[in-house]
């Protein structure tokens, strides 16, 4: 790795340090006042300027991210609140935007998207023939069981920052999920890899819906700020489009009184399946590229939220359609996970530092497809 001047490895990084925190690693705090008092939180810095949180006690999430002190990662009014304090069933399913922010909030792992009331039959309990749903489901607000985190030499040359821990949704006479999260990062880059395995430890047929809400914020996101990804057809599933009409790739600055615009966009992969998306700021040189597998989560999402106060951009990776929980099970494209049946994720969230990093991204990301030209499609 190529660190301010030095070509480093492990035996040269010894030299110049005792101690690897020198150039980066991963810390263990706890929050300690405000809505955030207890949280658990590990500290990612790769030596790059790259440092982000994984929220323990918020589904090992991600919640501050930034890079050379500049933050992309979204933060919100709510702040990263406690878990405790969540009340899934407060203001009618949506007292999930009570403690919405952070670079990645996961939705699910049974449901996304809006509220809905579904069918429970498939758990045999008499009393609970049906299941009512929030926003975007539970997990977002269930502690994690560290399993681990730490920093791994894997070669001379590579070290491996990671952390992992499970994720528990489960109710007796009801689902039994479980969410192996590992989250990574190597010393040197800026890069980070989200790698999650969902799996039914439960016996009876369970449906599985997850979705990354995935935020981005100012410095990142400013006036001028471009989406790029190779979309071959866009619509869109709020009515706020066809009503205040701001373009899905070039944003404006911060608007009064603005109401979320929420686009679906059909994305053509790489001949290996992959997606690709980034959210660039030309001005300060500065961006970040979203890749995932076209497998995994075959439906893309871009959220906008450009009022005052709340100004931030979404990139949402689905494994379901805009419709959600009762549309798909009404099209039979629901995912149901049998005993012991897993479902694979990995993801990839690079900084783009420069205007050749970020001129080479626009490059390969256009050279597969040009997005469609109008900024409202009709």
Same mark, same amino acid.
């Given at each position: 790795?190529r660190v301010y001047g030095h070509d480093?490895?492990?035996?040269?990084?010894?030299?110049?340090?005792?101690?690897?925190?020198?150039?980066?690693?991963?810390?263990?705090?706890?929050?300690?006042?405000?809505?955030?008092?207890?949280?658990? =939180?590990?500290?990612?810095?790769?030596?790059?300027?790259?440092?982000?949180?994984? $929220?323990?006690?918020?589904? $090992?999430?991600i919640g501050p991210a930034e890079h050379?002190?500049?933050?992309?990662?979204?933060?919100?009014? !709510?702040?990263?609140?406690?878990?405790?304090?969540?009340?899934?069933?407060?203001? @009618?399913?949506?007292?999930?935007?009570?403690?919405?922010?952070?670079? +990645?909030?996961?939705?699910?792992?049974?449901?996304?998207?809006?509220?809905?009331?579904? @069918?429970?039959?498939?758990?045999?309990? /008499?009393?609970?023939?049906?299941?009512?749903?929030?926003?975007?489901?539970?997990?977002?607000?269930?502690?994690?069981?560290?399993?681990?985190?730490?920093?791994?030499?894997?070669? /001379?040359?590579?070290?491996?920052?990671?952390? #992992?821990?499970?994720?528990?949704?489960?109710? +007796?006479?009801?689902?039994?999920?479980?969410?192996?999260?590992?989250? #990574?990062?190597?010393?040197?880059?800026?890069?980070?890899?989200?790698?999650?395995? +969902?799996?039914?430890?439960?016996?009876?047929?369970?449906?599985?819906?997850?979705?990354?809400?995935?935020?981005?914020?100012?410095?990142?996101? @400013?006036?001028?700020?471009?989406?790029?990804? /190779?979309?071959?057809? !866009?619509?869109?599933?709020?009515?706020?489009?066809?009503?205040?009409?701001?373009?899905?790739?070039?944003?404006?600055?911060?608007?009064?009184?603005?109401?979320?615009?929420?686009? =679906?966009?059909?994305?053509?992969?790489?001949?290996?399946?992959?997606?690709?998306?980034?959210?660039?700021? #030309?001005?300060?040189?500065?961006? $970040?590229?979203?890749?995932? &597998?076209?497998?995994?989560? /075959?439906?893309?999402?871009?959220?906008?939220?450009?009022?005052?106060?709340?100004?931030?951009?979404?990139?949402?990776?689905?494994?379901?359609?805009?419709?959600?929980?009762?549309?798909?099970?009404?099209?039979?494209?629901?995912?149901?996970?049998?005993?012991? #049946? &897993?479902?694979?994720?990995?993801?990839?969230?690079?900084?783009?530092?420069?205007?050749?990093?970020?001129?080479?991204?626009?490059?390969?990301?256009?050279?597969?497809?040009?997005?469609?030209?109008?900024?409202?499609?009709?």
């Amino acid at each position: 790795m190529r660190v301010y001047g030095h070509d480093l490895d492990r035996p040269k990084l010894a030299r110049l340090s005792g101690d690897l925190t020198a150039l980066g690693g991963v810390r263990s705090v706890v929050l300690d006042d405000g809505a955030e008092r207890g949280i658990r =939180v590990l500290e990612f810095r790769t030596g790059t300027g790259l440092a982000f949180d994984v $929220m323990v006690d918020r589904a $090992m999430d991600i919640g501050p991210a930034e890079h050379a002190g500049r933050s992309f990662g979204w933060r919100s009014a !709510t702040g990263f609140r406690h878990p405790g304090l969540h009340e899934y069933r407060d203001e @009618d399913g949506l007292a999930w935007l009570r403690s919405f922010s952070g670079l +990645v909030v996961t939705a699910g792992l049974d449901h996304t998207l809006f509220t809905a009331d579904v @069918d429970a039959t498939q758990y045999r309990y /008499p009393f609970r023939q049906s299941v009512w749903n929030g926003l975007h489901g539970r997990i977002a607000n269930i502690p994690a069981r560290l399993l681990g985190y730490g920093e791994d030499w894997r070669t /001379p040359d590579t070290c491996t920052l990671w952390a #992992e821990g499970e994720v528990r949704q489960a109710a +007796v006479f009801g689902e039994h999920l479980r969410l192996r999260r590992r989250v #990574e990062a190597d010393l040197g880059t800026s890069a980070i890899r989200l790698i999650d395995t +969902v799996t039914n430890h439960g016996f009876d047929p369970t449906p599985h819906m997850l979705l990354y809400h995935i935020n981005l914020g100012w410095p990142l996101v @400013d006036a001028g700020t471009r989406f790029v990804a /190779p979309i071959a057809r !866009t619509r869109f599933s709020t009515d706020s489009v066809r009503q205040q009409r701001v373009s899905y790739q070039r944003f404006p600055e911060p608007q009064a009184g603005f109401v979320e615009q929420v686009y =679906v966009h059909d994305l053509v992969a790489t001949d290996d399946g992959r997606l690709a998306a980034a959210v660039v700021n #030309e001005r300060l040189e500065f961006g $970040m590229q979203l890749e995932w &597998s076209a497998k995994e989560f /075959p439906y893309f999402f871009e959220w906008l939220h450009l009022r005052e106060g709340a100004y931030a951009v979404g990139l949402e990776p689905s494994t379901h359609d805009v419709g959600g929980d009762a549309a798909a099970r009404a099209d039979g494209s629901m995912i149901w996970l049998g005993a012991g #049946e &897993s479902r694979s994720y990995r993801t990839v969230f690079a900084v783009l530092e420069g205007a050749d990093a970020i001129g080479a991204a626009v490059r390969a990301i256009q050279a597969r497809q040009l997005q469609p030209t109008p900024d409202v499609p009709s």
